[in-house]
């Protein structure tokens, strides 16, 4: 479910006292009740927030007897995982004194994390960001949305007007699960070969041991998630009615640098819950992806004999060479560099 919360503004009431909602800022029933939005929008009922756990924000009941967000629902005790491990090792002497070596290694996973907590706009983020209407923050709405059941828009109008506020605007508190899952899939790939070369042989009336190989490992990681594009969330959000009675966007607006499932803007019902278009979904949502790699290069050589031999055994030498190449890159997107 989605919590559609009516309010006022954060600053008619002090700081929060449970479920995200500050005494006196909130649209209220005539018993004073915090009144909600129902899962179809087109009515407000009270809010049944149960008994409030102290920590300020959280509270408990029993099942069906609470009405806020379920936040213990956003969450994943096992994710869907799937892997596939291949590996090859083998050798091949070309005489008794000559073999080669290899190994061969490749990981394939895939990760989906089905849920997690939602975009939310509410109160609570207010001084975080700047106010209602910013980021996260409370949405800043018309009581002119054409959305808005007309019982409803008097209702709200109403409130506003017994608290000497203006009655052309209220602000909604929303945890948006129906267009905002938080799901996203990671995949990875990596890739491994050794190969080498060992032997041995006798000069100068020594015998000599040596040998050398090549390491090239490569892992490839890409995570992949639908997110919200924020300007073209609040160009939905600024709905009218045009002069043939369609709800259609507000004209003259600007849409996200980066694109969106659809570039045509199609106004979104906030009110209540999976009430947004498919055409307003497209609109609002993009999908980003972050890519990173990493590789390794390592080549190793070293040979070893006899120095001379000791009551307690041989007194040996080890020559090595070692050199290590290591290259890391990460491409977050565009999405994620912040050209929305």
């Known amino acids: 479910e989605s919590q559609s919360l009516a309010q006022f503004n954060k600053l008619t009431g002090p700081e929060p006292n449970y479920q995200g909602v ?9 018993a004073e009740q915090p009144l909600i939005f129902s899962q179809d ?8 927030p149960g008994t ?11 099942k069906g007897e609470m009405n806020g967000f379920p936040i213990d629902n956003y969450g994943n005790l096992l994710n869907d995982q799937q892997r596939l491990n291949l590996t090859t090792l083998g050798h091949y ?21 089905t849920a997690s907590q939602p975009y939310y706009n509410t109160q609570m983020f207010d001084d975080v960001f700047d106010g209602p209407g910013q980021p996260n923050g409370a ?8 959305f808005l059941i007309s019982e409803v828009r008097e209702i709200l109008r109403q409130n506003l007007a017994n608290a000497g506020l203006p009655t052309d605007k209220f602000y909604l508190s929303r ?10 899939t990671t995949t990875t790939d990596l890739f491994r070969f050794v190969g080498g070369l060992q032997g041995d042989f006798n000069a100068g009336h020594r015998h000599f041991d040596w040998k050398g190989s ?17 300007q073209n969330y609040l160009n939905a959000l600024n709905a009218q009615v045009d ?21 045509t803007c199609a106004p979104l019902n906030p009110f209540g819950y999976d009430q947004a278009s498919g055409a307003a979904r497209d609109y609002i949502q993009t999908s980003a992806t972050a890519r990173s790699v990493n590789q390794q290069w390592d080549l190793n050589a070293d040979v070893r004999s006899t120095v001379m031999k000791l009551p307690a055994g041989d007194w040996t030498y080890d020559f090595g060479y070692e050199h290590r190449f290591e290259e890391t890159s990460f491409n977050p997107g565009g999405y994620y560099r912040g050209q929305e």
Request: hydrophobic share 30%; charged share 20%; aromatic share 14%.
């Open 243 to 263: 002069g043939a009675g369609n709800i259609v966007c507000a004209p003259d607006y600007t849409n996200a640098a980066y694109p969106a499932f659809s570039q």
């Open 22 to 30: 500050a005494t006196g800022s909130s649209i209220t029933s005539p």
């Open 93 to 113: 002497d070309f005489t008794r004194h000559l073999r080669f070596t290899y190994e061969a290694w490749y990981v394939h996973s895939s990760v989906a994390n």
């Open 139 to 146: 949405m800043e709405l018309s009581t002119d949305n054409p």
């Open 175 to 184: 945890a948006s699960t129906d267009y905002y899952k938080g799901k996203y």
């Open 41 to 48: 929008g087109r009515s407000l009922v009270p809010l049944r």
């Open 52 to 62: 409030p756990t102290g920590d300020g924000f959280t509270a408990v009941g029993k």
């Open 214 to 230: 090549f390491e090239y490992g490569q892992y490839r990681s890409r995570t992949k998630q639908t997110e919200l594009l924020l």
